[in-house]
């Protein structure tokens, strides 16, 4: 049986907060007094102007609750029910429009309690508005329901004074067993969430996350749900306990429920028809329309969410597309795309700048005796059409999978490989440095259109777009070890002594057959163990030009990092040699966080310093953020040149003339290389026949894709080669001038 209250409706309107949560002098509007940032001074009706209000057919409980500002106009009130203490500011003969959207300035056919409102708003049809804020020149039109409770926490995972545990809103991310839930909050960042749900055996650190959340937000009942200046809702059934920013725009939501929308002039929200969202945070300038259903979640700055995406359980990073696709669990750096109506994402970590296409899906259900495991895809994670893997699995950066069945847990640590299925065979292939070899293209551009596209509202937190960075480079430090490695291990097997070696007598054989480019390699195959959790042999292929063009690419990423330090800082050699002898160049180890790379010892003296106190509020771990942020482009170039000495196995502090010149040259043949490679792999759009084939002449083909030579990228890449190869000329003039 439903449990209804009968109360007299004289109570309608008050008692919002029970009388022991009101502090001793105050009274229940003490809250709604802070929220009301207004400016504008109330006052009593007039005898003259409640006449003109009951004329309109309006009513009230009493009419000395209903306060208004000097510039308030009685003829633009009617058929209103009001109850409880009702503000109402400056209303003038106008008309707002927005979108052809045109409502005339007042409060027209509507049920109010106890709310305030700003200067000229436009409210026709709400049916049920209660509790509510509403700032300057918004327009509201045809609502069914919209309230605010006084436990209201606006998305927030916090407990109000007198709630159970039991209450507490969290979102479980990465792991569908809830062992790396985190609790959400208003400013929440990928690399909060990060931190929090990684570091799980540190009850220390898990503690003090709870206690910086607890501590952000207000925990007496009685705050009033807001919705800011200039912003319009129409035609929506359901808004309860919604904070709404400036200048946002809802129309046709289904319900809206426990939420903090966030929204500004430079920022502005829109969320559209059909859509559901319940116990969530929307940052500035997302969107999100056309059927969404989106439950416990934390969307960043200038993400969208549309057709019918489902997302459930999960942070959603910023700069980021799901379209139709359902993503339960997960915990998703920024740039992600994800379209088609049967993609899924389930319990993963994604580190951004991926692209999950249609038929994937990641994260197969319920594989073992508990609910499922884990996946961790690296930067550029790109599986292919209708890829299916299983838990637990793990991928370095710039991963990208063949169409198949991965129906064993991967660990993949050699970055920009292909990996597919040799049916035929029964074997796992990896092909290491396939982006370099075939899609320097879109590897090159992607790295342009994420910065292009990255419009964050506030960039706390300094994300790092570019494929040659400190965790791809020492991704591929490791997969040249491993080649090495493998390769010796693979010519030794295959002899006639079938003699046993250790790890590095292997790698020592290996490296010799690598850099001497011996043919022998060609004879080999190479099999490698701990990829795969299955019997089937794992083979890498075309790995002695994988090999080199790793080598290459850490060369180049070293080599032209350490030019550009020293143009910058004007050095002759001499100079370069004696600052870089007091450097401590040491290739050290990175994590991404959040999308910002930082040093592995640096996130372990932040811990240290959350331990300590220092460091006591999530204010603080952003400006931790920041400050790393700034330090970051200094750190990477040291990083750099600290990989270009272990690389070349010699001390920068002894490097001669001719080795910086040869430096130079090498690094203008690695550029034009590169932007060779982009123009060879986007020339075959043009070229292979099979591509062709749809347009009957050269000028459809035009018409439909672009002339080649008109490519806008194409053109910037080889007007940069031009500009690089003369900063190397002057560079080279300059530092052998002394």
């Not at 009493?62 to 009130?77: E, G, K, T, Y």
């Not at 319920?366 to 790109?382: K, L, V």
């Amino acid at each position: 049986m439903n449990l209804i209250k009968k109360t007299p409706l004289s109570g309608l309107g008050y008692g919002f907060i029970t009388e022991e949560f009101i502090p001793k002098g105050k009274d229940e509007y003490h809250l709604r007094n802070i929220q009301n940032r207004s400016g504008i001074n109330y006052r009593n009706l007039t005898a003259f102007e409640i006449e003109v209000l009951v004329k309109n057919g309006n009513t009230t409980d009493n009419w000395n609750n209903i306060l208004v500002s000097d510039a308030f106009n009685p003829d633009l009130v009617k058929s209103c029910k009001f109850y409880g203490l009702v503000r109402i500011g400056k209303l003038e003969p106008y008309f707002l429009e927005y979108n052809d959207l045109k409502v005339a300035v007042g409060l027209y056919n509507s049920t109010i309690i106890s709310c305030d409102f700003g200067d000229n708003v436009a409210m026709d049809h709400i049916n049920y508005l209660s509790h509510y804020i509403i700032g300057n020149e918004v327009i509201m039109v045809q609502i069914d329901e919209m309230k605010t409770t006084a436990n209201a926490k606006f998305g927030n995972g916090i407990l109000k004074d007198g709630e159970s545990e039991s209450s507490r809103i969290w979102l479980e991310i990465c792991n569908e067993n809830g062992g790396r839930k985190v609790i959400p909050f208003n400013g929440m960042l990928p690399g909060d969430a990060w931190l929090w749900s990684k570091y799980r055996d540190d009850k220390v650190l898990l503690d003090k996350f709870i206690e910086f959340t607890e501590t952000e937000y207000k925990t007496e009942p009685g705050y009033y749900g807001k919705v800011g200046d200039r912003t319009v809702i129409k035609n929506t059934n359901i808004i309860n306990d919604v904070w709404v920013g400036s200048d946002a725009y809802i129309k046709g939501a289904n319900k809206l429920k426990n939420l903090t929308i966030k929204s500004s002039p430079k920022g502005k929200t829109q969320i559209g028809e059909g859509c559901e969202l319940v116990n969530g945070i929307v940052d500035f300038g997302c969107r999100i329309f056309y059927g969404v259903k989106a439950v416990r979640f934390v969307i960043a700055s200038n993400s969208q969410l549309k057709y019918g995406a489902r997302l459930i359980n999960s942070y959603l990073g910023s700069n980021t597309t799901i379209s139709c696709c359902e993503v339960l669990n997960s915990l998703i750096f920024a740039a992600h795309e994800q379209h088609h109506n049967n993609s899924f994402l389930c319990a993963a970590l994604v580190l951004g700048q991926s692209n999950i296409p249609a038929g994937a899906t990641i994260g197969s259900n319920h594989n073992s005796r508990g609910a499922d495991g884990e996946i961790i895809a690296g930067r550029g994670f790109w599986p292919g059409l209708c890829v299916s893997l299983k838990h637990n699995s793990k991928f370095a950066n710039f991963t990208i999978l063949a169409k198949g069945d991965y129906n064993y847990e991967l660990n993949i640590p050699i970055p920009f490989s292909l990996i597919s299925v040799d049916e035929e065979h029964n074997s796992l292939i990896i092909m290491p440095a396939y982006w370099f070899m075939y899609n320097m293209y879109a590897l090159q551009r992607n790295t342009f259109k994420y910065i292009e596209r990255d419009n964050r509202y506030e960039k706390i937190q300094k994300v790092e777009y570019d494929y040659l960075a400190p965790d791809t480079v020492n991704e591929m430090f490791f997969s040249i070890t491993l080649f090495e490695k493998l390769v010796g291990k693979s010519y030794i097997e295959k002899s006639i002594s079938q003699k046993k070696l250790s790890d590095r007598e292997y790698a020592n054989i290996g490296r010799k057959l690598l850099s001497d480019r011996n043919e022998v390699i060609n004879g080999l195959e190479i099999k490698v163990e701990g990829i795969e959790n299955a019997k089937r042999p794992v083979k890498i292929i075309k790995i002695q030009k994988a090999y080199d063009l790793f080598k290459s690419m850490i060369k180049f990423y070293g080599i032209t990092h350490l030019l550009s330090y020293t143009s910058q800082n004007n050095f002759s050699l001499q100079e370069l040699i004696e600052d870089l002898s007091v450097k401590k160049l040491e290739r050290d180890n990175w994590i991404n966080v959040g999308g910002q790379l930082i040093p592995e010892l640096t996130v372990l003296k932040l811990k240290r310093k959350i331990y300590s106190g220092r460091i006591n509020s999530w204010d603080d771990i952003h400006g931790f953020y920041t400050e790393e942020g700034e330090k970051y482009d200094q750190q990477k170039v040291m990083h750099a040149i600290s990989s270009l000495q272990e690389l070349e196995g010699i001390s920068l502090r002894d490097i001669s003339k001719e080795r910086f010149i040869n430096w130079i040259k090498e690094s203008k043949s690695t550029k034009k290389w590169m932007v060779d490679s982009i123009e060879s792999s986007r020339k075959k759009d043009y070229t292979n026949p099979f591509r062709r084939m749809m347009y009957d002449t050269q000028e459809e083909l035009d018409q439909v894709i672009g002339k080649f030579e008109d490519n806008l990228f194409i053109k910037s890449q080889k007007k940069e080669l031009k500009a690089f190869n003369k900063l190397m000329k002057d560079l080279e003039k300059d530092l052998f001038s002394l």
